[in-house]
């Protein structure tokens, strides 16, 4: 059985280079001997480095298999089945005149017909490689005509054919050392007559069996394959494809369950097995074909003979128990994991090696430093760091995943792989060459985000980063964080053609817009621009006009307009395209948004033509969490900034109203905010800016500059809730519908006032101005402007606050008054409408209930309450 739990890899790369030395690598017990097991199993070109101590493997290698074919402008005909791909298998094969690494490569499958009608040849499979071993590919199947004389493809087994003669021929026996292996010759049929069958493709275990003739066109099965035990599995490799039958007739069977099974006209045909080498099944005169199986190369070698040094199980890796030979890795040595270590000290390594699904837990505070090449398919986690600090080149290979990273290599670090992180990454030095494979990770249900770090020194080529939206069915203020060179659409929906495609469960979003005019919007209508229809054909992007007009604009088009990182954008987040967009009343889902593109690195300098009092949005252009006080101090803005909190407004209740967010303003000085219960769209931050965020800022003087730092970034502040600590003499004031405050919900609105020595009660860019929302609001009137956020000088008696009310939605309300020390002046709230006044205690937090009626004026009167002294 496996030491090890096998984690299978989904890798979406073909015919490109991918992880050196496999994309599976695990320790197997087979009759009693451990062995380590390397599969390759993506096509195209790779390589293999053998450990020290290692001069012989044992090899499997299959090409790829053939495709089926088809006709269906014939009336009655099967389609013959592909042969399979060449199959070679090497025990105890010397391996010390390679050069190293050696080449791999892994055959695709052929690919059926583009065209199914009239006679020819299907695709043939590719051959598969390990240094001077090839496996060919599998001879694609033909499809004849009455008279016709076409010849199935030769291949490592021959496909199948539609005629006496004609199948191909299984050329693997004959070819030269060591590639010498097993091939079959593909089946015929009696004649191309009318209602005949078709044969099967040739395997590697046997030759493909002949079609029926008209009387009985059955197609024929598939050559079978062959069993081997390489990896544990003792799976089957290298059957044909079965050939189709003609209209209603018996199909015939891929081989030994790996190639694909033939049509007839109730019963599609089949693809050959990926990663087995089986041949594609044959259609027939109303189905298509199938595809061939893609290739396989699999290499193992006996644990014993390694001396690198090896981690062979769970725990310590200062125990040397857990190491083969009971013996410590020595400083810089190159290093196989195994196993799952539990680093607790420093440690240094040359190369390390992680094996499929195998963890390596890094405390806190501790840096696991690689001075050379990381060969990786498991997980780096833990709060410590993997650093990269080697004096030339390094590279990351495999499809692993890491925790916290970091650059600090003077020359370059390539990662050649698809790699995932779920920390922090910083380059400290040299060039990160991402060769587009990373990808900074978000995770549920605790909303996690991977993140930038500071970057010294330069990050080349494309990141694709991620932020969860939690279900919430509610605008957000939204900003990508890298400026793609494809548009929203690829990005943000998915690169989705309709509103009714979801081309990645649990990503992207709807975007609406489609221009209906007078009337809805229909059905038609959906892909226009790049949008999603919905039936009111209403927008769900807008930008705001950073300029004098201060307005919000639909975005036009996602299928041409780009992401640029730091443009901020108002986006309605339904969940994820799952979502019937269709009915207001759907239940929200979890999503990620991601975009694809290079990030800002360095400062982000931006100036804006607007004036004193006006306000600009702006986004966060890093993928990292950013210090607002940083950014805003010294800049043309007042020292605060206005966020929007979908968890505002009560519970989300589908189909209701309500619980679609409010507005929060945040001193960046010092934290303190509109709302105590957060202020982001994705995380309860308030001063600290969190990726993918964008804000409102108010200008302080005539066309103001805004500059983002490196050295802004806070990535190390918790993803939660944060605020300072309040000064003494305050009243921090939220209005709640009675339903959301009994069931412990958000508030729908709030403000904030502080009260201070030597502090103006002008207005001025101490204070804050409101932001309206779309339901309730509560705001302070001084001198005919509205505030959210106000600092005034200490209060002094019988002085009057006046407070602002309006856009009430349901008729029963409660405020919830928080009130500091005021040891020399009491407080008080006054209700014009009902000539109340109460007692609000002090250092308490107080309770008011109220309710308004809309057709008494009095009730809803936006100026019915006071704070008086």
């Not at 005149?97 to 892994?106: D, H, L, M, T």
């Not at 779920?422 to 990808?439: H, Q």
């Not at 996690?448 to 991620?466: D, H, I, L």
Request: aromatic share 8%; hydrophobic share 35%.
């Amino acid at each position: 059985m496996k030491k090890l739990f096998t984690l299978i890899l989904l890798i979406f790369i073909s015919n490109l280079s991918f992880a050196q030395n496999g994309d599976e690598i695990f320790v197997q017990n087979i009759s009693g001997t451990d062995y380590v097991i390397h599969k390759f199993t993506t096509t195209g070109t790779s390589s293999f480095t053998p450990p020290s101590g290692i001069t012989e493997v044992d090899v499997l290698v299959v090409g790829g298999g053939g495709a089926g074919i088809e006709n269906l402008s014939f009336s009655g005909a099967g389609g013959s089945g592909g042969g399979a791909g060449g199959y070679v298998f090497k025990t105890n094969f010397n391996i010390t005149s390679f050069p190293s690494p050696i080449n791999v490569v892994v055959g695709a499958g052929g690919l059926k017909r583009a065209n199914p009608n009239g006679t020819g040849v299907s695709n043939s499979g590719e051959d598969s490689n390990f240094g001077t071993i090839t496996a060919l590919g599998g001879g694609g199947a033909s499809m004849n005509g009455q008279n016709g004389n076409i010849q199935a493809l030769d291949g490592g087994s021959g496909g199948g054919s539609r005629d006496v003669g004609n199948a191909g021929s299984g050329l693997q026996p004959s070819q030269p050392a060591p590639s010498d292996g097993l091939g079959n010759d593909g089946g015929n049929t009696p004649s191309a007559s009318l209602g005949t069958g078709a044969g099967g493709g040739g395997g590697a275990g046997s030759a493909g069996a002949d079609g029926g003739g008209p009387s009985n066109g059955f197609g024929g099965n598939g050559g079978a394959g062959v069993q081997n035990n390489i990896d544990g599995t003792n799976n089957f490799y290298a059957g044909g494809g079965g050939g189709g039958g003609s209209q209603s007739s018996a199909i015939g069977l891929g081989g030994s369950g790996v190639g694909g099974n033939g049509a007839n006209d109730s019963t599609p045909a089949t693809d050959g097995q990926p990663n087995t080498g089986g041949g594609g099944g044959g259609g027939n005169n109303s189905q298509v074909a199938g595809n061939g199986g893609s290739g396989v190369v699999i290499v193992r070698y006996r644990l014993s003979d390694v001396t690198d040094f090896v981690f062979t199980s769970d725990g310590d890796w200062n125990v040397n128990t857990n190491w083969a030979n009971n013996t410590l890795p020595t400083l810089g040595a190159d290093v196989i994991i195994a196993a799952n270590p539990q680093v607790t000290t420093d440690e240094t390594v040359g190369n390390i090696e992680v094996f499929t699904g195998v963890s390596v837990d890094i405390n806190n505070g501790v840096n696991l430093n690689v001075e050379g090449d990381i060969s990786h398919l498991g997980e780096f986690t833990g709060d410590g760091e993997v650093v990269i600090n080697g004096t030339s080149a390094q590279a990351i290979s495999g499809s692993g995943s890491f925790e916290n990273l970091r650059l600090d290599n003077p020359t370059a670090l390539d990662i050649n792989d698809q790699t995932d992180l779920f920390g922090i990454l910083y380059v400290d030095r040299g060039t990160l060459n991402t060769n587009n494979n990373l990808t900074l990770k978000c995770s549920f249900p605790v909303t996690q985000f991977a993140q930038f770090g500071t970057v010294s020194g330069m990050v080349s080529g494309n990141v694709t980063v991620e932020q969860c939206f939690p279900a919430r069915r509610a605008f957000r203020l939204v900003s990508s964080s890298v400026t793609t060179s494809t548009n929203i659409n690829a990005n943000w929906q998915e690169g989705a053609t309709g509103y009714l495609n979801n081309p990645n469960p649990g990503f992207g979003t709807h975007i609406t817009g489609v221009e209906p005019g007078s009337a809805n919007a229909t059905i038609a209508q959906d892909g226009n621009n790049g949008f999603d229809y919905s039936p009111s054909g209403n927008a769900s992007l807008f930008t705001f006009s950073n300029d004098n007009t201060q307005q919000w604009n639909a975005v036009s088009n996602t299928a041409t307009n780009t992401l640029t990182a730091g443009d901020a954008y108002r986006l309605m987040i339904r969940g994820d395209r799952s979502i019937d967009v269709t009915n207001n009343g759907t239940t929200p889902t979890n999503t990620i948004l991601r975009s694809t593109g290079s990030i800002e690195q360095g400062p982000v300098s931006l100036n804006f033509s607007i004036n004193a009092g006006q306000f600009a949005m702006v986004g966060n252009p890093y993928h990292s969490i950013v210090d607002m006080n940083a950014v805003l101090t010294g800049s043309g803005f007042t020292g605060f900034f206005t966020v929007w909190n979908p968890t505002l407004g009560g519970a989300p209740n589908v189909g209701q109203p309500g619980g679609r967010g409010a507005f929060v303003t945040v001193n960046a000085s010092n934290g303190n905010a509109t709302i105590q219960g957060g202020a982001s769209g994705t995380n309860e931050m308030v001063q600290f800016l969190q990726p993918y965020q964008a804000f409102f800022v108010e200008a302080a003087v005539n066309n103001p500059s805004l500059a983002f730092q490196e050295t802004d970034k806070d990535v190390l502040q918790n993803q939660v809730a944060v605020f300072s600590t309040t000064p003494s003499s305050y009243i921090s004031m939220s209005m709640f519908d009675q339903l959301s405050y009994n069931d412990n919900n958000t508030a729908d609105d709030g403000l904030v006032i502080y009260f201070s020595q030597n502090t103006s009660n002008a207005v001025d860019a101490n204070d804050a101005p409101k932001f309206f929302n779309i339901d309730e609001n509560l705001a302070r009137t001084e001198n005919n402007s509205l505030l959210s956020y106000e600092n005034r000088a200490l209060p002094q008696s019988d002085e009057v606050l006046g407070l602002y009310t309006s856009q009430y939605r349901t008729t029963d309300y409660v405020f919830q008054i928080e009130v500091g020390d005021f040891p020399n002046n009491p407080v008080y709230l006054f209700d014009h409408y009902t000539d109340t006044e109460v007692v609000l205690n002090e250092n308490a937090i107080n309770t008011y209930t109220f309710s308004v009626d809309q057709s008494i004026a009095e009730s809803v009167a936006t100026d019915r309450f006071d704070i008086r002294f």
